[in-house]
């Protein structure tokens, strides 16, 4: 994001609320994360520790959470560079690349 148009106490402020908001998604990220694997893996509840059932079955679903989000996290940036390249394109007058 371009902030150059605005002021420094603004520019301030946008990093603030940014990081703020970048924040609170890793948080929420990080519950679904942990409400997911619990609720999938966790279910002897007759002893204080994790049988290695569970515990496999939580490394698992970690991995898999984290890889998925990494996944998507690429195609977002592929989407985005795209759609960058797009709108360059139509304030320049030229052909959108495909």
């Given at each position: 994001?371009?902030?150059?148009g ?74 985005n ?9 139509q ?8």
């Amino acid at each position: 994001m371009d902030f150059s148009g605005l002021s420094d106490m603004d520019r301030g402020r946008m990093n603030a609320y940014i990081e703020q908001k970048q924040m609170k998604d890793f948080l929420r990220l990080y519950a679904n994360l942990v409400d997911r694997c619990f609720e999938n893996c966790v279910n002897d509840f007759t002893s204080k520790a994790l049988s290695s059932k569970e515990d496999t079955c939580l490394n698992r679903c970690v991995d898999k959470f984290i890889k998925h989000s990494e996944r998507v996290g690429l195609r977002f940036g592929e989407q985005n560079a795209l759609l960058q390249q797009q709108q360059q394109a139509q304030m320049s007058g030229q052909a959108p690349p495909q």
